[in-house]
């Protein structure tokens, strides 16, 4: 009698709802696809952002510095994603989350780096990344004592921090971009401005492109079935590029100037290093920390409906400052876990590493092409913000969801009060914060981080008690059956 032949292994679409295997490529290139356009313009921009700075009538970045850090960071984008994707193990820790993250250049650090590359330039920002990156390294070793200052609570507030922060940028780049904005406003106050740029703010055709988008969007994944409906994010952006292109907002002369080849090289920017750069950048990566931690706990309750646990939270945090320090040795700016990104998974519930790395295979390879890099950053502003405004949305909801966990006992709602009232409200009125005592605006010049601390020194003031801790059993046990019957 033969011995009965082993079962083939299951090579099908539903691979891509877990986190290993490797759907057909057919499948899995169009979503990770996804992923990079979604996050494309948002990882140049934040150099892009410094690129444009000019001091006693020269910018600080030279312009052959800027077309390298753009490769770089591309570069770089892939690199630390993959490292989050298929983690680095050393002894009984990790870099890496083993989870489905895209790392992207990092927004949270961009007002302090544009004050600190006027006034020291972009090598001492850099040699500033490398050593500042440290905090966040000791953050992700000691994650265990630390995570319970960080409970379901907390990480759910600065979830729905993070998701409001978005949303504006989202209906940003739906409006015309940042570029235009400021243009717009700058004629609005009655000072210089490009008039070109000016009218592209609200314009018809950006209206018409994000408002495209969107719709295509939204129809997929409320009627479409299959491909049609895990892809309609990109399917989306690509009909709105088209759009673009027909209503002549593309200009491709970026396309043709561009490199075929650019190897990245590391320290071609030589990094220099300066206590006043580092001090001030190392507060911004406890920011990067938190926003990490909110975002892979936002991928976990959205994919897997839990929580991150301690190793994947700190294998997540230590890449985050790996892949910073690794992106300065490569002339670019620091990393950390994309929100939009999140957003994604939490929409569509692709959660295969498969799927991810090859997006992160795109990314490095347009660090090497600059010509690819040029095609995803000609893309009008308009096309992505008909995409993002729907999946910012997703990580405010994944942040409530997350609260909701928690239960909304008499305490739990105290302390959210407070939160938001103080942590958010005032953090989100500039002029009132720069009316503070110094030790104060530190703590509320960026609403994430008054947010964390409001929301732990809240939990720390008044602690769980048994019945708080009961109720949240309960929610959790009823949310389980909802699940169950679905």
Request: proline share 5%.
């Amino acid at each position: 009698m033969s011995k009965k032949k082993p079962e083939p292994v299951k090579n099908s679409r539903d691979l891509i709802y877990q986190l290993d295997g490797r759907p057909p490529l057919g499948i899995a290139f169009p979503l990770g696809m996804q992923h990079v356009l979604s996050m494309f313009i948002g990882n140049l921009a934040p150099v892009l952002v410094l690129a444009g700075i000019v001091v006693n009538g020269s910018p600080v970045i030279t312009p052959e510095q800027r077309v390298l850090m753009v490769s770089c960071c591309m570069f770089a984008s892939g690199m630390t994603t993959l490292v989050q994707l298929y983690p680095i193990k050393i002894g009984a820790f990790q870099i890496g989350a083993g989870l489905p993250i895209v790392m992207g250049t990092s927004f949270a650090f961009v007002p302090t780096m544009r004050t600190l590359v006027a006034a020291h330039g972009i090598n001492a920002l850099l040699g500033a990344i490398i050593i500042a990156s440290l905090v966040e390294v000791i953050m992700g070793l000691f994650i265990k004592p630390l995570k319970r200052f960080f409970p379901p609570l907390v990480i759910g507030a600065v979830l729905i921090t993070i998701g409001l922060h978005l949303l504006p940028v989202g209906v940003q780049y739906f409006a015309g971009g940042a570029g235009a904005e400021a243009a717009a406003a700058a004629r609005a106050a009655g000072g210089t401005f490009n008039e070109a740029l000016a009218a592209q703010y609200v314009s018809w055709q950006n209206l018409l492109i994000g408002g495209t988008v969107f719709v295509i969007i939204m129809c997929l994944q409320r009627f479409g079935k299959g491909m049609f409906k895990i892809s309609a994010i990109l399917i989306g952006i690509i009909a709105g590029y088209l759009l673009a292109i027909c209503l002549g907002q593309v200009n491709f002369a970026q396309v043709a100037s561009a490199k075929f080849i650019s190897i990245p090289i590391p320290f071609s920017i030589k990094p220099t290093f300066s206590l006043e750069v580092i001090l001030p950048l190392a507060f911004i990566y406890v920011v990067s920390g938190l926003e990490t931690m909110g975002n892979i706990n936002g991928i976990t309750m959205a994919a897997f409906d839990r929580e991150a646990t301690i190793k994947e939270t700190s294998g997540a945090v230590i890449a985050d400052a790996a892949g910073s320090m690794f992106a300065a040795l490569f002339n670019t700016l620091p990393n950390t876990a994309f929100g939009q990104n999140a957003g994604i998974v939490a929409m569509t519930k692709v959660v295969n590493k498969f799927c991810i790395m090859l997006g992160a295979l795109v990314l490095i390879l347009a660090g090497f092409i600059p010509k690819i890099g040029a095609i995803f950053s000609v893309m009008p502003s308009s096309v992505l913000g008909g995409a993002v405004i729907t999946v910012f949305a997703m990580i405010m909801l994944n942040g409530i969801k997350m609260l909701a966990k928690a239960g909304f006992s008499d305490r739990n709602l105290l302390i959210l009060a407070i939160t938001f009232g103080v942590g958010f409200a005032i953090g989100d009125n500039k002029l009132l914060v720069s009316n503070l005592p110094a030790a104060l605006q530190w703590i509320f010049r960026d609403t994430t981080v008054a947010v964390c601390i409001i929301s732990v020194l809240g939990n720390i003031i008044f602690p769980a008690t048994d019945a708080d801790k009961t109720l949240a059993q309960k929610v959790q046990k009823e949310a389980a059956a909802e699940d169950l019957k679905e």
